[in-house]
């Protein structure tokens, strides 16, 4: 089974490459969709989605510079995302409920990331890829395995940012009958009636030596399973897991389980062995998708108490930008149901504000519009600024749905950051 330890820190990387492209350059068209196909209507949902969009957007460049270049990148995604995914034949096939694609012919870049997570509908032609989904799906998933038990075989699922990325599934000799040749009635009837579970229960089981022998055979798989569970675990940092099975067996299994991994179940659910596996991994991931979220909660209530207290924390876009710029954010906390609106870059010494200016207070160079929330997250992803996105946090919508954690001690010497070729100047 081939297995790669550093899924995340790739899409890590990935994402860190489309936050750090340079504004100058050819215009890049951002593209996520909500795939998740419940029905035909949800499909034309889409379909109609990028179709007006497109539209729309080959209007606002028709006799315009880089026209050509926009209407060949709308033609590919239109090809991509209207035929490939609309037209899927089987949607219990899919294993990804949201996509996004960055298109920019003139920088030959046709990137696309899958997620067993939906994306919101967005679809912009700008001067840089817009990250803040990837941001969010980037926090939102550790790695995690998900296991589902049963007597004779096990299914573990390894899912990181939402998809599965590799499935596994062991399958172990259980006997249905004893070896000392009992091949009677008995045998038989606990081959029709009884499953795995019955069996670890000890049910149904009259003759003493057979549910023994049973039994040991049982623990002997889960134990093997637990085993392979572990050697696939240690690869990950600190991964969640997620059991799935009948109780009983899940107790046997918890038992044989070294304690450090023990202490990595988050989630316990009864599921049938044969559910298909989107069903396994799609009720795995919403477990785990609802407990980040109240830890990012409770974390930006953290942030702002210590911030009031006179703590390490920034609040509002003012402090944050400042100290995003000053790359002095640890970590940087995003509300993505606040409207944090637009603001502006300044062309020649990339100081970024918010609301508009027409040229820059500081250098008096000209100034690009640009979307406040998603130059923020690009800027903090290329500084290697943790980026934590919540969604109408109560407290965090009266700070314009900005914060940050600044870094201990003395700044760190970054050279480079950003995409400019120097460090901003401070706008103080
Ligand atoms: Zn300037």
Same mark, same amino acid.
């Given at each position: 089974m081939a297995l790669t330890p550093s899924h995340i820190d790739e899409f890590r990387q990935a994402v860190r490459n489309l936050a750090t492209m340079?504004?100058?350059?050819p215009l890049v068209v951002s593209l996520y969709l909500d795939?998740?196909?419940?029905d035909e209507h949800q499909r034309d949902r889409v379909r109609l989605f990028v179709e007006n969009r497109s539209g729309e957007l080959r209007a606002a460049y028709r006799k315009r510079p880089h026209e050509d270049e926009i209407a060949h990148a709308l033609d590919w995604l239109e090809r991509r995302a209207v035929n490939d995914l609309v037209s899927q034949a089987n949607p219990e096939d899919v294993d990804s409920d949201g996509f996004a694609f960055f298109v920019s012919p003139g920088r030959n870049l046709y990137s696309v990331v899958r997620s067993r997570t939906r994306f919101e509908n967005e679809m912009e032609v700008e001067e840089q890829p817009r990250v803040l989904q990837l941001a969010h799906l980037l926090d939102h998933h550790s790695p995690a395995f998900v296991v589902l038990v049963d007597g004779r075989w096990m299914r573990i699922f390894e899912v990181a940012l939402g998809g599965v990325v590799v499935e596994a599934e062991i399958e172990q000799y259980l006997p249905d009958r004893v070896d000392s040749g009992d091949r009677g009635p008995f045998a038989k009837r606990f081959q029709a009636a009884k499953g795995p579970a019955a069996l670890a229960r000890g049910e149904g089981m009259s003759q003493m030596r057979h549910q023994r022998h049973i039994r040991d055979h049982l623990e002997h798989n889960l134990k093997t399973a637990a085993s392979v569970l572990t050697r696939l675990a240690?690869?990950?940092?600190?991964p969640d897991i997620v059991l799935c099975g009948e109780p009983e067996l899940r107790a046997v299994f918890r038992r044989e389980m070294p304690s450090a991994l023990r202490s990595r179940i988050t989630h316990e659910m009864r599921m049938d062995?044969? &559910?298909p596996r989107h069903h396994v991994v799609g009720a795995a991931a919403k477990a785990l998708l609802g407990r980040t979220d109240r830890s990012r909660s409770l974390e930006v209530d953290g942030v702002i108490g210590e911030a009031l207290g006179g703590g390490l924390s920034v609040l509002g876009t003012e402090d944050t930008l400042l100290a995003l710029q000053e790359s002095r954010l640890y970590s940087l906390y995003l509300d993505?149901?606040?409207?944090i609106g637009s603001g502006w870059r300044c062309e020649q010494c990339d100081v970024l504000g918010r609301k508009a200016e027409l040229s820059c207070p500081f250098c008096r160079g000209g100034t690009t519009t640009v979307d406040l929330a998603q130059e923020v997250a690009r800027r903090a992803i290329s500084k290697g600024t943790r980026v934590v996105t919540v969604r109408d946090h109560v407290r965090l919508r009266h700070f314009r749905g900005m914060a940050g954690t600044l870094r201990h001690g003395i700044s760190p010497i970054t050279g480079?950051?950003?995409? &400019?070729?120097h460090e901003p100047l401070p706008p103080t």
């Open positions: 340079s504004p100058d350059g795939a998740r196909w419940l240690v690869l990950e940092t600190d062995s044969k &559910a993505l149901g606040a409207s480079g950051v950003g995409y &400019a070729g």
